[in-house]
T-cell receptor, first 114, second 110 residues
C-alpha cells in the first residue's frame, strides 16, 4: 500500500510570493491534516480536512489555506510568503480524523523563503 | 491547557541501555496518546499509542506507561540500538485537536 506522498519535496520562494503544496493520502483515507515543523516551534497543527470540508484549524494566519478534493487529495496554499514561513510542511492522513486513531505522515515539503 | 510537555530535550544512551522519555499534559479531555519517531529527512512515523483506560502497552522493545491520575505518560525503549537514534515526539488528541510535544533527540552510542 503506497504511503502518503507530498510534492514537491523542496521549494525555494521569495518573500511576497505564494506557494501551493500537494498531498496524496493513503488510499481509503478520508482525513488529511497539515502541520508546520520548525526547529523553534516544533510541530504545529495547521488544519484538517475530511470529505472536502475543513473540520479544524490551528492558530495560523489566514495566509495559510487549504482544500481537499473528492479523491481526498489535498493542497495547501500560503500567500504573501514571509521569511518565517520557512519550514518543513508535513501532511498526514488517517481513516477518520486526527483523534483516537493513527495518522500516517508523508516526508514533507521543505519550503525555504529567501 | 492544550500543551504537552516533554522531557528530556536530548538523551544519550549506550547500546543495550534503556531510553526513557517522559510527557505530561493538563487537559483531561485528551483521549489518545501516540508516540512518533522521526529520522532526519523523513516524516514522523507512528511507533506505539495508548488510550487512557490502559496503564501500559508493549510492542517489541517499546513500552508506553500511562498514569492517568498524574496526567503523565512515558516511552521506554529497551535494549536501545544505534538504529533507534532519532527524534521522538509524544502527542495527545481529543476531538479534532492534535498536539505534539516538543520532541526528544535520542542518540544511542555503539
Amino acid at each position: 500500500k503506497a504511503g502518503v506522498t507530498q510534492t514537491p519535496r523542496y521549494l525555494i520562494k521569495t518573500r511576497g510570493q505564494q506557494v501551493t503544496l500537494s498531498c496524496s493520502p493513503i488510499s481509503g483515507h478520508r482525513s488529511v491534516s497539515w502541520y508546520q515543523q520548525t526547529p523553534g516551534q516544533g510541530l504545529q497543527f495547521l488544519f484538517e480536512y475530511f470529505s472536502e470540508t475543513q473540520r479544524n484549524k490551528g492558530n495560523f494566519p489566514g495566509r495559510f489555506s487549504g482544500r481537499q478534493f473528492s479523491n481526498s487529495r489535498s493542497e495547501m496554499n500560503v500567500s504573501t510568503l514571509e521569511l518565517g514561513d520557512s519550514a518543513l510542511y508535513l501532511c498526514a492522513s488517517s481513516l477518520g480524523g486526527v483523534s483516537n486513531q493513527p495518522q500516517h505522515f508523508g516526508d514533507g515539503t521543505r519550503l525555504s523563503i529567501l | 491547557q492544550q500543551q504537552v510537555k516533554q522531557s528530556p530535550q536530548s538523551l544519550i544512551v549506550q547500546k543495550g541501555g534503556i531510553s526513557i522519555i517522559n510527557c505530561a499534559y493538563e487537559n483531561t479531555a485528551f483521549d489518545y496518546f501516540p508516540w512518533y519517531q522521526q529520522f532526519p529527512g523523513k516524516g514522523p512515523a507512528l511507533l506505539i499509542a495508548i488510550r487512557p483506560d490502559v496503564s501500559e502497552k508493549k510492542e517489541g522493545r517499546f513500552t508506553i506507561s500511562f498514569n492517568k491520575s498524574a496526567k503523565q505518560f512515558s516511552l521506554h525503549i529497551m535494549d536501545s540500538q544505534p538504529g533507534d537514534s532519532a527524534t521522538y515526539f509524544c502527542a495527545a488528541t481529543f476531538g479534532q485537536n492534535f498536539v505534539f510535544g516538543p520532541g526528544t533527540r535520542l542518540s544511542v552510542l555503539p
